[in-house]
């Protein structure tokens, strides 16, 4: 299962991304499906998503569901905000803290409060809704987009948390907190790149 996963990886980070905006990721792609694939193929939806995912699987706590209900819950929160035409402008910015954050936590590998690590999915999942804008002029064309890059964005959530959860060796735990560190890195880099212009 982990051979899957990072080859899944391996190929994600070769894939070239054009703009954020919640459209098909490639011609021929129709309005919900490119919108299902949207978290694949944005750099800082893959980090937060990513970064989430990990920290929720790493987690031992008998409540595991909250931190993703929580993720669900701002996922749904922030669509149906875009879908009254609601859009902040620095949702990429929070995107990326909440991605250093998680990948940072991640790397730290230390058993967390349950309200952190809720409050940090919440806030991704808010984020994440608030940052995938969908360029079409039909509002039910925008519509399907956003129903598909919510479910895009929690199968992307529930695959790397459930992965992350199965991982038991101790050389497979210090591979996820150097993967959480880079991700953390990265982060930093891109989110210090925004805030430089």
Same mark, same amino acid.
């Given at each position: 299962?982990? $051979?899957?996963? &990072?080859? &899944?990886?391996? &190929?994600?980070? !070769?894939l070239? #991304? ?9 011609k ?8 299902l694939? !949207? ?5 800082? !939806?893959?980090?937060?998503? /990513?970064?989430t ?12 569901w ?5 993720? /669900?819950?701002?996922?749904?929160v922030g669509f149906?905000?875009?879908?009254s035409?609601y859009?902040? $402008?620095?949702?990429?910015?929070? &995107? ?12 730290l ?15 991704t999942?808010?984020?994440?809704a608030?940052?995938?804008p969908?360029?079409v002029i039909s509002v039910?064309?925008?519509? /399907? ?8 964005a #929690?199968?992307l959530l529930?695959a ?8 038991? *060796?101790?050389w497979?735990? #210090? ?7 880079? #991700? ?5 880099l891109?989110l210090?790149?925004?805030?430089? *212009?």
């Amino acid at each position: 299962m982990t $051979q899957i996963a &990072l080859l &899944l990886v391996g &190929l994600l980070s !070769h894939l070239s #991304i054009d703009a954020a905006m919640a459209d098909a990721p490639f011609k021929g792609a129709g309005n919900f499906y490119g919108g299902l694939l !949207h978290p694949l193929f944005v750099p800082a !939806h893959v980090l937060a998503v /990513v970064s989430t995912g990990l920290l929720i699987g790493r987690q031992k706590s008998r409540l595991r569901w909250l931190a993703p209900a929580s993720y /669900v819950v701002g996922l749904a929160v922030g669509f149906a905000a875009m879908m009254s035409a609601y859009a902040p $402008q620095i949702a990429a910015e929070v &995107l990326l803290a909440a991605a250093a954050a998680s990948g940072g936590l991640v790397a730290l590998a230390r058993p967390l409060p349950e309200i952190l690590a809720c409050a940090l999915a919440l806030t991704t999942g808010l984020a994440l809704a608030f940052d995938s804008p969908p360029s079409v002029i039909s509002v039910r064309d925008a519509n /399907v987009i956003l129903m598909g890059t919510f479910c895009g964005a #929690i199968v992307l959530l529930f695959a790397v948390a459930k992965v992350t959860s199965t991982l038991r *060796r101790e050389w497979q735990r #210090i591979a996820t907190r150097i993967f959480g560190s880079w #991700i953390a890195a990265s982060a930093v880099l891109v989110l210090a790149l925004q805030l430089a *212009r």
